[in-house]
């Protein structure tokens, strides 16, 4: 088991660009693929990006590729989102997710460890 903490959301205008960490405790860290999904009102929790373990590896939702950018740095725990040139459709809650597998669909199912979420909103 790994507990994730997510920070670095707010309120931001579209075009602007916001950092989201998470950071985890335990000494396992390095053993979890790692991933980000969001939900906004009223709709199904959807994966973003993830990132293997060893970070050499990652995978993004068509709707944020090249826009957003994951990295994690194992020594300090942490996984970040960079995202840049939002959207008003990038507003939502924002969750960290640790899996022991990469089976390459991303489903919800298959990550055994969630944060509580940031909210990130991004104005018109």
């Known amino acids: 088991q790994v507990q994730l903490v997510e920070s670095g959301g707010g309120l931001v205008q579209a075009g602007g660009s916001l950092r989201l960490s998470c950071a985890a405790s335990?000494?396992?860290?390095?053993?979890?693929?790692m991933a980000w999904f969001r939900q906004a009102p009223g709709k199904e929790r959807v994966f973003v990006a993830a990132?293997?373990?060893?970070?050499?590896?990652?995978a993004y939702a068509d709707s944020v590729k090249g826009r957003f950018t994951i990295s994690r740095d194992n020594a300090k725990n942490v996984v970040y989102l960079q995202m840049q040139s939002l959207k008003p459709e990038d507003t939502a809650l924002y969750y960290c997710?640790?899996?022991?597998?990469?089976?390459?669909?991303?489903?919800?199912?298959?990550?055994?460890?969630w944060g509580q979420g940031t909210q990130v909103t991004v104005s018109s």
């Open positions: 335990g000494r396992t860290f390095s053993s979890y693929h």
């Open positions: 990132i293997t373990r060893g970070g050499g590896g990652t």
């Open positions: 997710a640790a899996a022991s597998r990469w089976s390459g669909s991303f489903r919800t199912y298959e990550y055994d460890n």
